[in-house]
């Protein structure tokens, strides 16, 4: 079956993570992304490592199933003929800082006036208003301003960013959602729009919990190691070789009595410091050495097997290579090779989205640089090979290029 949005075309003028990660998002519902690249180079994470077969495994990752054109946006035959593009798009997609695209003269006015219909994303750092909108911003940035490096890491510790750009990956995720409402609005007014997504703001978004947490107590949430502010025992515990989590279920207190059964707690029961998820959370000191130090007598497989059988919600603390491996992971084909015939073959992590009637997955390897720049202006303009020739004479357009990462790492 066709994938949902195999009808919508995106022009993707995005770099690095943030923009290219949405992209991708709407590449594997079955969108045309149309990845629009400066030539001779393209994005520069086209040299961001590790690398296989001189190629970038983490370009690899979010661009996979593009397409490229190379257009050189800072000549005015180059910026026309994106513009002429744009009249056959659905959506525009950028992530430079405030007012770059409106300075180049393609920025959302240009473009609507071409297009009344187009849907306009930019993704930045900080907005395109407000008082931090011309400044950079790159994930490390926006995840220390939006707090939650504060309250990440093991209590009283220095501040811990999370080892994954989420930072990049919530604001690509609310950006492609964003591009999904506005294409939806579209079919009652018939119109396009402007979408302004913040990194910063996502990451307020994100952290939800811990802003009303601090708007309603007064008292600014600090780091946990792996606890909840609210639920106990909701973290990881050590056992004889390794660790694994528990997490009891708000209210569930026949939960709790299992547990402290199955760890020969039974006194606990009843000790009136934990009767109640409230007054473990509050008398969490008191209670955690005890649940460590009978987790340490059996190793985790023993003890989810035992956990697992009385319907307490627990999970082993997996490493990347252990994930990699999970049973329920392959049975939900979340890992996916992908094949180039420079590259080789990378396994990927797929798209989570399951849908019942339409397709959804990996469409194909990442482009090369300028590799469509060809086919896609005959397909959209119509343009035939000798027309693209003079246009790549002239300095207009590549197709092909990309950087040489053999040479870059002599």
Not at 309 to 334: S, Y
Not at 349 to 354: F, K, L, S, V
């Amino acid at each position: 079956m066709p994938g949902p949005l195999e009808d919508v075309v995106v022009l993707d003028l995005t770099w690095i993570l943030s923009g290219p990660f949405a992209s991708m998002v709407l590449c594997d519902l079955g969108a045309e992304v149309i990845k629009v690249e400066r030539p001779p180079y393209g994005d520069v994470a086209r040299t961001s490592g590790p690398y296989q077969n001189g190629w970038s495994g983490y370009f690899f990752s979010v661009n996979r199933g593009k397409r490229s054109v190379a257009i050189d946006l800072r000549k005015a035959e180059g910026r026309d003929l994106f513009l002429r593009l744009t009249e056959r798009a659905d959506v525009v997609m950028e992530n430079f800082t405030p007012g770059t695209m409106d300075r180049l003269g393609i920025g959302y006015e240009a473009v609507r006036r071409r297009n009344p219909r187009v849907v306009f994303a930019s993704t930045s750092g900080f907005g395109q208003t407000g008082p931090y909108r011309d400044r950079p911003a790159l994930d490390v940035i926006v995840q220390a301003m939006g707090g939650i490096m504060s309250i990440t890491g093991e209590p009283g510790g220095p501040p811990v960013r999370p080892g994954a750009s989420y930072g990049d990956i919530s604001a690509g995720l609310f950006t492609a959602v964003a591009i999904l409402a506005a294409l939806h609005e579209r079919e009652r007014s018939g119109l396009g729009q402007a979408i302004d997504v913040s990194m910063l703001d996502c990451q307020v978004a994100v952290l939800e919990n811990a802003f009303m947490r601090y708007f309603v107590t007064g008292h600014p949430p600090e780091p946990l190691g792996t606890r909840h502010p609210s639920a106990a025992p909701f973290q990881a515990f050590p056992t004889a070789d390794g660790h694994l989590v528990i997490a009891l279920a708000f209210g569930e207190e026949n939960q709790w009595h299992l547990l402290c059964g199955a760890l020969g707690l039974v006194d606990l029961i009843d000790d009136e410091r934990f009767t109640t998820g409230p007054k473990r959370t509050a008398n969490h000191a008191a209670l955690e050495p005890l649940l460590s130090a009978a987790f340490r007598t059996k190793t985790a497989g023993e003890w989810l097997t035992e956990l697992e059988a009385l319907g307490i919600p627990c999970g082993p603390v997996n490493g990347i290579a252990q994930a990699a491996t999970d049973p329920q992971l392959q049975a939900r084909g979340m890992f996916q090779d992908v094949s180039h015939p420079r590259a080789g073959t990378i396994r990927l992590a797929n798209t989570p989205i399951r849908l019942s009637r339409s397709d959804s997955g990996i469409q194909g390897p990442p482009p090369d640089m300028g590799a469509d720049t060809g086919p896609v202006l005959h397909d959209l303009l119509a343009l035939d090979p000798a027309a693209v020739a003079a246009l790549e004479a002239r300095g207009i357009v590549a197709t092909s290029g990309g950087p040489d990462i053999a040479s870059l790492l002599a």
